[in-house]
């Protein structure tokens, strides 16, 4: 499992699904947008508490989707998408289980990186598959982070070479298309901006997908490394 033929497979699995990326990015950007409605409530509190859950859980349950998407088609290709109640079905336990994977996952890295760099670098690559576990075998926090750190074994600087180019896109993506934002913003009169910014947002939430769908691709490839006793039941 190399690092670049990995980045190529991810590469070409986020073209295969392009349609789905770049529509599920839209799709978040535009609840982000709407979310905005909730500023006008009178009380202040209840109007960011509710579009940091929205925006949250748009995020969160779009990507388990995504990423059960993609598994199901690596694992039988052809074989039919599950209906709206199996996926709201699916996807709701699941996001709980993912913020509670997030928070666990970014306690054991902080630890790690409280103490020096390479501690937090080997935690983070250990625990990196946790998210892809959980949104495609429904893993609690616990049991994906213990998964995550046995697979991973011996690939960890293969994952880096991998996640690393990844990451750091949707980290440019951020930085570049941000600062250009804010420059359209400042510059050009409404309603340019309001577009730019869902074309920036669906960019970069379709930048972190892509990141997603490389969890998902190398969850895959290592698990099918393992002995048969180790695999989740499908």
């Known amino acids: 499992m190399s690092p670049t033929r990995l980045l190529r497979d991810t590469l070409a699995l986020a073209h ?6 770049l529509g599920l990015g839209l799709t978040v950007a535009l609840i ?5 409605g909730f500023l006008l409530l009178p009380d202040p509190s209840l109007a960011v508490g509710l579009s940091v859950v929205t925006n949250l859980g748009a995020q969160v349950g779009l990507s388990i989707y995504l990423m059960q998407r993609v598994a199901t088609a690596l694992r ?3 074989q039919a998408q599950p209906g709206l109640a199996a996926v709201l079905g ?6 709980l289980l993912m913020v509670l994977t997030f928070a666990l996952s970014a306690l054991v890295v902080g630890t790690g990186l409280s103490l020096l760099l390479i501690p937090g670098l080997y935690l983070g690559l250990s625990t990196s598959l946790a998210p892809a576990i959980v949104a495609v075998e429904g893993r609690g926090p616990l049991a994906a982070l213990r ?3 046995e697979l991973v074994k011996g690939y960890r600087l293969r994952l880096l070479g991998t996640l ?4 750091g896109s949707v980290l440019l993506a ?3 298309l941000s600062n250009l934002l804010d420059w359209v913003i400042s510059s050009l009169p409404s309603p340019i901006p309001v577009a730019f910014g ?3 947002t669906t960019t970069t939430v379709s930048a972190v997908f892509v990141y997603e769908l490389g969890l998902v691709l190398a969850y895959q490839r290592l698990l099918e490394r393992q002995p048969a006793r180790r695999r989740p039941r499908q």
């Open 164 to 167: 690393l180019p990844l990451g």
């Open 16 to 21: 295969q699904h392009g349609r789905w990326v």
């Open 198 to 200: 869902i074309a920036v």
């Open 174 to 176: 951020v930085l570049v």
């Open 90 to 95: 699916m996807v709701v336990p699941r996001s």
């Open 147 to 149: 998964l995550s750190y």
């Open 76 to 78: 039988a290709p052809g």
């Open 32 to 36: 982000r947008l709407g979310s905005a």
